[in-house]
């Protein structure tokens, strides 16, 4: 069966569709011996001999994992720089899974990895505005107005405008606030930089939803496959 060659690639566990096409389009992808760069070319990986930076595609065996990520964990899967990162969490699978979107290396919580790219374009497109759930805990008492001017959105920070999302207070005292937070996007240290806007900076960070996925009562460090029933 034909598809876009950015589709057979992200379902090889390459990347996502969208960097497939960047891939595509610098000349890494070649299909029955010819460079091909042109957006939309399809292909049969059944039939066709795809080859990614000389190495002929497989479709691999797909894999979900769900880690409870802990502070201090760099959330990429090389990285000579990084003190410690995730894939020291799970040194048994086989396969090999990259991180769908990020956490940073001071936030814990729920993270999924997976080699399904198409699946993790959908969870991290913003225009499928899946919900990311935090925990967070801010210096100081937050007030109302600051919470509403974060939930409308509209915050300039550095090269991008925030959306909107869903702020819960859960406790409020002059040295700090609790909260939970709902977002539909996930750009690098957004939560922090909206709250340092304000004067508020983060003290504590926590994911705990992510889509229909929740963190529950895994332990720190640990990790888990999806069932059935959470892939679809």
């Known amino acids: 069966m034909n ?32 460079t091909v760069t042109a957006l939309g070319t399809q292909a049969d990986i059944t039939k066709d001999k795809i080859l990614f930076n000389g190495k002929l595609l497989i479709t691999e065996k797909k894999i979900y994992v769900l880690l409870h990520k802990p502070v201090g964990y760099t959330t990429t899967i090389k990285d000579p720089h990084a003190e410690k990162l995730i894939t020291e969490l799970f ?25 399904d790219g198409n699946l993790s374009f959908k969870l991290t497109h913003p225009k499928f505005e899946i919900n990311r759930i935090y925990e967070v805990k801010v210096q100081k008492g937050l007030s109302a107005q600051t919470i509403k001017k974060i939930e409308a959105g509209g915050l300039e920070i550095e090269d991008y405008v925030t959306s909107k999302c869903k702020i819960k207070v859960r406790s409020r005292t002059k040295a700090n606030t609790d909260l939970v937070i709902t977002l539909t996007e996930g750009r690098k240290r957004e939560i922090r930089k909206m709250f340092s806007l304000f004067g508020h900076p983060v003290i504590n960070l926590k994911r705990i939803r992510f889509g229909k996925l929740e963190l529950g009562s895994l332990q720190v460090g640990k990790w888990r496959y999806l069932k059935r029933s959470e892939i679809i």
Request: aromatic share 2%; net charge positive.
């Open 3 to 34: 598809e876009r060659l950015n589709k057979i690639l992200a379902k090889s566990g390459i990347c996502s569709r969208r960097k497939a096409d960047e891939l595509i389009s610098a000349g890494k992808v070649k299909l029955n011996g010819q």
């Open 91 to 115: 040194p048994d699978i086989p396969e090999r899974l990259f991180p769908v979107g990020r956490l940073d290396k001071d936030t814990s919580g729920l993270l999924i990895l997976t080699n």
